[in-house]
């Protein structure tokens, strides 16, 4: 999947001016930063209230989810896009609904979300055998290639991205009230339950997008990291929520920018590393400040 | 009991079965991976810690590429990613629980890490065959297994399965009520590290049967449908580990049988049939309980008798 770079052998200068209109002359690395751009934006802020809520193993496990989803899209010939978005909205209901009809402990829950998990990890294992044991392919699934990604899925991926934040403004509020005390919010007769769903979906939709991107198993770095980050840096909920998107388009696009310029370490290693560098920044501060008594933790 | 009806149906049935070396050595080393793999998946799931389970099945990833990288056996980096990791994220919680966020961040991260050794790995001289050493790690390779590989397996399985057996009686303790525990004098925290590294050590175990990605379902699935079966602790510890090791020889002996499903297709597919099977058989078996909690309500005296939610 290096390829289309390897011949070129592109070279990082000190003009930082120069090496971005380099890096833009090219129209797939222009359709990568949009992508990136819409990707983290969608992700910062369903994964802002994924952090919020705890519920790092459902976003996870939506997260792999697309893997199968997309082998079996290949398998039966449709475009790998549709199975994104089937099994990630498939999966989502599925945990939202499973732990409903029986215990409404946190165990049970977290076992049916690993078995959805592992299991359907296994089927698009089985998918990709039964295709033709294509491993080029599955590696490709699951780490990610940003080289390919055409005009056309960039306008498919503002689409998705639009609707979804349309949904998620709808229900902010509904939303942040349930996740930060829920029963008062039930007591009140916010629809708990439907909202829980309704997240559950668009994290699965934020899952499939970004996933064309990074590859099944890291879309949870654009998740978990920059909200993580933000909600280390402030308490505040709407400061937090900006600073996430703005972490979440900066580590895209310097990822982006890092992978192109060496061609020998993929994406998904800058992505998660610059992620985490900046995680271990904002926990260091945090300590600091919290050290001289200025800030305090209010989030839950 | 499910174990023995499988395995004698499979031996009179089909005799040629375990005429294979490879078929021998995936029984060798499957049976007791799945074992230890039920009993320590039932303490990981009533603790509610199969997110860890997961972060920990992510790092054997990368410590096994890491080593085949680096030019070592591919088991010493699984061992020694998923011990130290474990420790980490024992260390780092309270009570030897890690939050989430800080688990999930920390493994995206060691997964990052896994993904950079797997170019580096791929990009030798023999790309493709290395390329599939990716993929055998992630999905499992139980039929590639040597006789020595399935014997050490196996040997290490039951070190472990004797391990957690033996300290069985104060992790349930520590696991159904802490607070109590720890007044009682049970070491808490040094229990709660123990079992993240026995949760790692058997993470490493199993990525060598179902692969790094599917080793959470042999974890969780039989767990959770023996906690659905029965209340009584120990009972549900077994049944876990029955219902486990009978996924294991079904789903072998099924992909056995039909070539083109791989053998970590089988044992998932079965195990999460299995946990299915036990929502259709008790469906609103604890729906009194309104609260989701970790721990029960009551304190419990003997860990044995009192166990109210599982």
């Given at each position: 999947?290096?390829?289309?770079?390897?011949?070129?052998?592109p070279?990082?200068t000190w003009?930082?001016?120069?090496?971005?209109h380099q890096?833009?002359?090219f129209?797939?690395?222009?359709?990568?930063?949009?992508?990136?751009?819409?990707v983290?934006?969608?992700?910062?802020?369903?994964?802002?209230?994924?952090v919020?809520?705890r519920?790092s193993?459902?976003?996870?496990?939506?997260?792999?989810v697309?893997?199968?989803g997309?082998?079996?899209?290949?398998?039966i010939?449709?475009s790998?896009?549709w199975?994104?978005?089937?099994?990630?909205?498939?999966?989502?209901?599925?945990i939202?609904?499973?732990?409903?009809?029986?215990?409404?402990?946190?165990?049970?829950?977290?076992?049916?979300?690993?078995t959805?998990?592992?299991?359907?990890?296994?089927?698009g294992?089985?998918?990709v055998?039964?295709?033709?044991?294509?491993?080029?392919?599955?590696t490709a699934?699951?780490?990610?290639?940003?080289?390919?990604?055409?005009?056309d899925?960039v306008?498919v991926?503002?689409?998705?991205?639009?609707c979804?934040?349309?949904?998620?403004a709808?229900?902010?509020?509904?939303?942040?009230?349930?996740?930060?005390?829920?029963?008062?919010?039930?007591?009140?007769?916010?629809?708990?339950?439907?909202l829980?769903?309704?997240?559950?979906?668009?994290?699965?939709?934020?899952?499939?997008?970004?996933?064309?991107i990074?590859?099944?198993?890291?879309?949870?770095?654009?998740?978990?990291?920059?909200?993580?980050?933000?909600?280390?840096?402030?308490?505040?909920?709407?400061?937090?929520?900006?600073?996430?998107?703005?972490?979440?388009?900066?580590?895209?696009w310097?990822s982006?920018?890092?992978?192109?310029?060496?061609?020998?370490?993929?994406?998904g290693?800058?992505?998660?590393?610059?992620?985490?560098?900046?995680?271990?920044?904002?926990?260091?501060?945090?300590?600091?400040?919290?050290r001289?008594?200025?800030?305090?933790?209010a989030?839950? | 009991?499910?174990?023995?009806l499988?395995?004698?149906?499979?031996?009179?049935?089909?005799?040629?079965?375990?005429?294979?070396?490879f078929?021998?050595?995936?029984?060798?080393?499957?049976?007791?991976?799945?074992v230890?793999?039920g009993?320590?998946?039932?303490?990981?799931?009533?603790?509610?810690?199969?997110?860890?389970?997961?972060?920990?099945?992510h790092?054997?990833?990368?410590?096994?590429?890491?080593?085949?990288?680096a030019?070592?056996?591919?088991?010493?980096g699984?061992?020694?990613?998923?011990?130290?990791?474990?420790?980490?994220?024992?260390l780092?919680?309270?009570?030897?629980?890690a939050?989430?966020?800080?688990?999930g961040?920390?493994?995206?991260?060691?997964?990052?890490?896994?993904?950079?050794?797997?170019?580096?790995?791929g990009?030798?001289?023999?790309?493709?065959?290395?390329g599939?050493?990716?993929?055998?790690?992630?999905?499992?390779?139980?039929?590639?297994?040597?006789?020595?590989?399935?014997?050490?397996?196996?040997?290490?399985?039951?070190?472990?399965?004797?391990?957690?057996?033996?300290?069985?009686?104060?992790?349930?303790?520590?696991s159904?009520?802490?607070?109590v525990?720890?007044?009682?004098?049970?070491?808490?925290?040094?229990?709660?590290?123990?079992?993240?590294?026995?949760?790692?050590?058997?993470?490493?175990?199993?990525?060598?049967?179902?692969?790094?990605?599917?080793?959470l379902?042999?974890?969780?699935?039989p767990?959770?449908?023996?906690?659905?079966?029965?209340?009584?602790p120990?009972?549900?510890?077994?049944l876990?580990?029955?219902?486990?090791?009978?996924?294991?020889?079904?789903?072998l002996?099924?992909?056995?049988?039909?070539?083109?499903?791989?053998?970590?297709f089988?044992?998932?597919?079965?195990?999460?049939?299995?946990?299915a099977?036990?929502?259709?058989?008790?469906?609103?078996?604890?729906?009194?309980?309104?609260?989701p909690?970790?721990?029960?309500?009551?304190?419990?005296?003997?860990?044995?008798?009192v166990?109210?939610?599982?």
């Open positions: 999947m290096r390829a289309s770079t390897g011949d070129l052998e070279r990082l003009n930082i001016v120069a090496d971005i890096v833009l002359e129209p797939f690395m222009v359709n990568a930063f949009r992508a990136g751009f819409i983290a934006v969608l992700s910062g802020l369903v994964g802002w209230f994924m919020l809520r519920q193993f459902a976003g996870h496990t939506l997260a792999v697309g893997f199968p997309a082998a079996g899209a290949v398998l010939g449709v790998a896009t199975g994104l978005f089937a099994f990630a909205l498939a999966a989502g209901v599925l939202g609904l499973v732990p409903a009809s029986g215990t409404r402990g946190y165990s049970e829950e977290s076992a049916v979300t690993g959805i998990q592992a299991f359907a990890l296994a089927c294992f089985l998918f055998n039964l295709y033709g044991g294509s491993l080029n392919g599955a699934l699951l780490f990610g290639s940003f080289l390919g990604i055409t005009a899925q306008t991926l503002a689409v998705v991205a639009v979804a934040l349309g949904v998620l709808a229900i902010w509020r509904p939303l942040y009230f349930a996740t930060l005390d829920a029963d008062v919010a039930r007591a009140r007769g916010v629809p708990v339950r439907a829980s769903i309704v997240f559950l979906i668009l994290l699965g939709c934020a899952a499939a997008e970004v996933s064309q990074t590859g099944s198993l890291l879309v949870f770095a654009l998740l978990v990291i920059p909200a993580a980050t933000a909600q280390e840096l402030t308490p505040r909920p709407g400061v937090s929520a900006i600073l996430t998107v703005v972490i979440g388009v900066a580590v895209t310097g982006l920018f890092a992978a192109y310029y060496s061609s020998s370490y993929p994406i290693f800058f992505l998660t590393t610059f992620a985490f560098a900046a995680y271990l920044a904002a926990n260091g501060w945090q300590r600091l400040t919290r001289t008594g200025a800030g305090a933790r989030l839950p | 009991m499910t174990t023995t499988a395995t004698s149906a499979a031996g009179t049935g089909l005799g040629d079965l375990l005429g294979h070396d078929m021998r050595h995936a029984f060798i080393a499957g049976v007791p991976i799945a230890l793999a009993a320590v998946g039932y303490f990981m799931v009533l603790r509610s810690q199969v997110f860890s389970g997961d972060a920990l099945s790092v054997a990833f990368t410590g096994a590429l890491g080593a085949l990288a030019g070592i056996d591919a088991r010493l699984l061992f020694t990613a998923t011990v130290a990791v474990a420790v980490i994220l024992g780092l919680g309270n009570r030897g629980r939050d989430d966020v800080v688990i961040t920390i493994f995206v991260w060691v997964l990052g890490l896994g993904v950079l050794a797997l170019s580096v790995y990009s030798g001289a023999r790309a493709t065959a290395n599939a050493a990716g993929v055998n790690i992630l999905f499992g390779s139980i039929f590639g297994l040597s006789r020595p590989q399935a014997a050490t397996a196996a040997l290490i399985a039951v070190i472990l399965l004797l391990i957690t057996v033996s300290s069985a009686r104060p992790l349930l303790f520590a159904l009520d802490e607070r525990a720890a007044a009682r004098g049970v070491p808490v925290r040094a229990l709660g590290v123990g079992f993240l590294v026995i949760v790692g050590a058997t993470a490493a175990e199993a990525t060598q049967a179902v692969g790094a990605l599917l080793l379902g042999l974890l969780s699935a767990a959770g449908a023996a906690q659905r079966l029965t209340d009584r120990y009972l549900a510890m077994a876990s580990s029955c219902l486990a090791a009978a996924s294991m020889v079904i789903g002996t099924a992909s056995y049988l039909l070539p083109k499903v791989p053998p970590s089988g044992i998932l597919a079965v195990a999460s049939g299995l946990y099977l036990t929502f259709l058989a008790t469906p609103r078996r604890h729906r009194d309980r309104s609260h909690t970790d721990l029960p309500p009551e304190p419990a005296d003997e860990p044995g008798v166990s109210p939610r599982t």
